[in-house]
Structure formats: structure tokens, C-alpha cells
């Protein structure tokens, strides 16, 4: 449903077979210039993020000119994939140089939990074309009640104590 109301016409099923690799790529490209790269811009070395992006985006220009031919679009995802797979593997072994930048186990798993009615949404669609804009609302509508139910669960911060005077 999503290809068809972005792409439309006869791309969409060609389209619809990337999309979740797309999603994977972003979600890591995410990680990387979100999360990874604070230890990099906290320590001021963001020169650094040249040796990490760098290596990666030569890499997807070569793999895509020898794979596009053989395998279409389908090789722009998966060289998409997995170059921002190297990148954040490089993001965190040379950003742990710079300074360790905890993750939060919790909050990437509620994030996760949050992501579970939209995808079941989208999943158990019966894709006859005539309600695909109202089922993407309705998915969204089902990811922000789990997302702000899930913020509701989640560890509240206590406030700082006064000092008495």
C-alpha cells in the first residue's frame, strides 16, 4: 500500500520488494549519524565522520556500478544496506576511541515495541487497492497510541532535590 500511493502506476510491486531494505538502510543510517556520531561531535573530532562515512559511500558507488546491471534495483538496496551496515560498525569501533556513548537498551526496545501494530497493520492488508491511504492512516494512528503508551511506561526521571535554605 505504501509503494502504491508514493510510486503508483506499474513501479509499484517492483518498488514494494526494496522498501523494507530501504527501511533497514535508513534505520541504520539513523543509528549512525543520530546515536554513533555523538562521540565524535561531543569530543569535537568530527573529522573523524570522514573515516567512517568515507570508506562506505566509495564502497556503494563501486558495488552499485557492478551489481545494478545484473540484479536492477533490488543491488541499490542491499549495497544501500550494507555499506551503512560498515559505516556503523565503523562509527562505533572509532567513535570509542573519541568517547563512549552509552545505548539505551530500554528505549530502543520500546521504540521497537511501538513499531509492532504498524507492521501488523500493514502486513495483515488485504491489498485490493481501493483503501491504501486510509489503511497507512490508520497504521500511524496505531504506531502513536503505542509509541505514547509505551512513554508511558517508560522509567520516569526523578527531579533533582532542593537544597533547604
Known sequence: PITALLVGGGMADPAAEIVPWLALGSLMSAFVSLHFSLAFQLSRRTIWMLAVVGPPALLNVVANL????VFGMKAAAWTTVGCYLIALFLAVALGRRQMRVPFPPGAAARSLLACVPLGLLLVGHNQDGRVELLWIIAG????????LGLLMLAPGKKAPARDEE
Open 66 to 69: 557492478l551489481l545494478l546491471p
Open 140 to 147: 500511524l494512528t496505531a504506531y502513536v497510541i503505542a509509541l
